[in-house]
């Protein structure tokens, strides 16, 4: 699975558009850029993933540039509960080999003021 | 109603003990995860079941021994406790086909 870098934390205030970026120089064609989230003392949980194109659903959105070396989670209106560490995964779909196993990084804190 | 759901949610024991945590997933889904988290963060996944059936097994002690009596259920035991075994453990869930993974509240290992 490629590796991915991510910045150790972020703030945001409360209302405004979090943009959490991801790097992952090293992604093959076939390798999916997931998002999770770790609200504190509670278990991880999916936000929303995407190949090439834009995606978007009732949590964010994910913008992943043209060469895929790098993407984007949107929260379009951050809340103070929105405040956790997000994680960028890539690896492939799940399937085959595959299993869905998920690798973490050490995330991003992303930390919403009043 | 919870979807995936671990017991206990706490546990302290001593040094060499056996201990077990319990999952349970209401969501019919085929696949269940182990995953650890310790005391940097740092997420791992340990063990994967698929219909009952063991396929991922990471690098992992062998006094650590995941159960899956039927496809909702995936426990794990360990024995002869040690102190780098506390940790947080969690459990997830995954339906067939997809790739969303859906985790459990988490159980808290802390070993004297």
């Known amino acids: 699975d490629a590796k991915t870098t991510q910045p150790p934390s972020m703030d945001c205030a409360e209302g405004r558009a979090a943009n959490l970026p991801c790097n992952h120089s090293?992604?093959?064609?076939?390798?999916?850029v997931y998002w999770y989230r770790q609200i504190h003392s509670q278990g991880p949980q999916y936000i929303i993933h995407?190949?090439?194109n834009n995606e978007t659903n009732e949590m964010a959105s994910l913008i992943i540039t043209e060469d895929r070396k790098s993407s984007t989670l949107i929260l379009p209106h951050a809340t103070l509960r929105d405040t956790a560490v997000y994680y960028c995964?890539?690896?492939?779909?799940?399937?085959?080999?595959?299993?869905?196993?998920?690798?973490f990084g050490q995330g991003t804190i992303l930390t919403v003021h009043p | 109603d919870t979807a995936v759901s671990q017991t206990p949610k706490y546990l302290v024991t001593q040094m060499g003990n056996d201990k077990s945590i319990k999952c349970e997933q209401n969501?019919?889904?085929?696949?269940m995860y182990w995953y650890k988290q310790d005391s940097k963060k740092f997420l791992k996944i340990m063990f994967s079941?698929?219909?009952?059936?063991?396929?991922i097994n990471e690098t992992v002690p062998n006094r650590f021994s995941p159960k899956s009596p039927d496809k909702a259920h995936l426990n794990l035991h360990i024995n002869s406790l040690e102190l780098g075994d506390s940790a947080v453990y969690f459990c997830?869930?995954?339906?067939?086909?997809?790739?969303?993974?859906?985790f459990g509240p988490g159980t808290r290992l802390t070993v004297l």
């Open positions: 995964i890539v690896r492939f779909q799940t399937g085959g080999t595959s299993y869905g196993k998920l690798t």
């Open positions: 090293t992604i093959s064609g076939n390798e999916y």
């Open positions: 079941y698929n219909n009952k059936e063991l396929i």
């Open positions: 997830a869930s995954r339906p067939q086909g997809a790739d969303e993974q859906f």
């Open positions: 995407g190949l090439k």
């Open positions: 969501l019919g889904h085929d696949t």
